[in-house]
């Protein structure tokens, strides 16, 4: 992204602060640069669109009824007041600049303070921010894919032929996600002993998968591809996603056709969508291409900055370290500018069938991978498929999830000459099977 395009978007002037005072606590994840979109539920049981600002929520419906936020188009301010992002998604770059501007307008300091616009987060629950028609799953980290098939496949090589030229992904079960603070239940599957005939019963290798997702903004109708270019104008913003895993279940039916029940018994979302302008200070250019990577087709060369610098972070709380009030175990700490393919990449692919896009689609990233042991995005990578055990504060260890185990991620973005934002955090804690 241009850098004048930086200095020109007054949202993102690092000197800009709040009249809400939590907003502009150093470290903070939602200082008034961030202004990430979700659904919370009112005290009177409604879901409503809100902006997080410090520790609270501005409610959006309510700012628009007292006119307090003024100067959006009138489409943008009716589906500012919907329960769900959905329709403000679909109307493209123009109208989310707008709204962006006119409630940092309204939150800066120095304008009319709006108390009473106000809500405290932790005294509400969030709402998934949007109806998802589609979720897909990508596979965009090469260390990930490469340990994985290192484990699996030990006499082969660990990227199949086509890892570097296209970014892999599988269409998942956009009813399994689920907004961070849902439990997760082990689930049931088919598996098979080495040693034994298959058989049904609870997962026993059950893990977490450390990715982001990006919302699809602006859709695209049926036979019209997104051009790479234009992909920037259809990605509305960034969560953090726990492809939750049951690796038994995989292993068994994943050829000939990939992922299926192994994947399709939760995936837990971040309640915050951080949008792209916000992310603008912190975009990089590549990913990395290795001299000896094929060259890119065409319509996958990348025409801006496109990668990301968000760190992910993994943490641990077992139920007797929850019990014990010990703090949660960090495990790894990963960096989505790590991966080989970006959303616009995975995106132009996507669609380049033709294949319609809706507002409200999600894409996974893939397991976020970096070359250290400590940047493995999973367990099955972090323990080697079991054989070098995570060691908890309590003196347990972990090959794989425990039921009572709460996995929580979140994730933050710092670049120099940039306010830091956060995107808060995903997290569930595990349940057993029924
Ligand atoms: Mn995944």
């Keep these: 992204m241009s850098a004048s395009g930086e200095i020109n978007d007054p949202t993102l002037d690092p000197s800009l602060q709040s009249w809400v005072e939590s907003a502009n606590e150093v470290g903070g994840n939602f200082p008034i640069q961030n202004l990430p979109w979700g659904v919370f539920i009112t005290s009177d049981g409604e879901d409503r669109i809100g902006v997080a600002i410090g520790d609270m929520i501005l409610d959006v419906k309510q700012a628009i009824d007292t006119l307090a936020l003024q100067g959006l188009p009138p489409e943008t301010a009716c589906s500012l007041c919907a329960p769900t992002l959905n329709a403000f998604m679909g109307q493209g770059p123009r109208s989310w600049r707008a ?22 987060q932790s005294s509400v629950s969030m709402r998934m921010p949007a109806q998802i028609g589609d979720y897909t799953d990508f596979y965009a980290s090469r260390h990930h894919a490469s340990n994985v098939g290192r484990m699996f496949r030990p006499d082969a090589d660990p990227l199949l032929p086509n890892y570097l030229n296209l970014p892999v992904g599988y269409h998942g079960r956009a009813s399994s996600v689920v907004v961070s603070g849902t439990p997760i239940r082990r689930p049931m599957g088919q598996l098979k002993p080495d040693d034994g005939p298959s058989q049904h019963g609870p997962c026993r290798l059950l893990d977490y998968e450390m990715e982001m997702g990006v919302f699809i903004g602006q859709g695209s109708p049926m036979g019209h591809p997104i051009a790479i270019q234009e992909a920037d104008n259809h990605l509305f913003g960034i969560v953090i996603l726990n492809d939750w895993s049951a690796r038994d279940v995989q292993k068994w039916e994943y050829q000939p056709l990939g992922p299926f029940n192994a994947k399709n018994f939760g995936t837990s979302i971040s309640p915050w969508i951080v949008t792209m302008e916000a992310l603008s200070p912190f975009r990089r250019s590549g990913p990395e291409r290795l001299p000896d990577d094929p060259p890119l087709l065409d319509y996958l060369v990348p025409t801006k900055d496109d990668v990301l610098d968000v760190t992910v972070d993994v943490y641990i709380v077992s139920e007797q370290m929850r019990s014990q009030q010990m703090a949660p ?77 709460e996995v929580i991620m979140s994730a933050f973005c710092e670049s120099e000459g940039a306010v830091r934002i956060g995107l808060g955090d995903c997290s569930a804690v595990i349940q057993p099977a029924l």
């Design 329 to 405: 175990h960090r495990v790894s700490r990963g960096n989505l500018s790590d991966l080989t393919w970006t959303f616009s990449q995975m995106l132009a692919h996507h669609s380049s069938t033709g294949c319609p896009m809706q507002p409200g689609d999600l894409m996974g990233s893939g397991t976020i991978s970096g070359t250290e042991k400590e940047s493995r995005g999973c367990l099955l990578e972090m323990t080697w498929r079991g054989q070098e055990p995570v060691e908890l504060p309590d003196g347990t260890q972990r090959k794989f999830l425990q039921d009572g185990d």
């Design 99 to 120: 709204a962006r501007r006119s409630i940092s307008s309204l939150l800066a300091r120095g304008a009319d303070p709006h108390p009473q616009l106000l809500i405290p």
